[in-house]
Nanobody, 122 residues
């Protein structure tokens, strides 16, 4: 069974950087991993995803060029490197795992972490 644990969130000034981690001790390496975020009063939105091998990635337009998703299957960990953060990036960030499906859709992911808060001050 996949059990995801996010870490690395916090408070950062605009223009700063954070690295989020998503770790699992199970059969992590077979899963595509997605990062989603949810701001107060808004729906959960897709941020980025990476396939099981790490060879294919995708990003929502608002983070392209600022965020990078990567994975280290030997450590059962996926990372979201976030640079040039802006206040609009403030949200709870969730990682999720799926074997297939439309990977930009939250409904494709059966396994979710508990979330980590990212707050960007102006």
């Amino acid at each position: 069974q996949v059990q995801l644990i996010e870490s690395g969130g916090g408070l950062v000034q605009a223009g700063g950087s954070l690295r989020l981690s998503c770790a699992d001790s199970g059969t992590f390496r077979y899963y595509n991993i997605g990062w989603f975020r949810q701001a107060p009063g808004k729906v959960r939105e897709f941020v980025a995803r990476i396939d099981s091998s790490g060879g294919s990635t995708d990003y929502t337009d608002s983070v392209k060029g600022r965020f990078t998703i990567s994975r280290d299957n030997a450590k059962n960990t996926v990372y979201l490197h976030m640079n040039r953060l802006i206040p609009e990036d403030t949200a709870v960030y969730y990682c999720a795992a799926a074997l297939g499906g439309m990977l930009s859709a939250s409904t494709s992911y059966p396994y979710w972490g508990q979330g980590t808060q990212v707050t960007v001050s102006s």
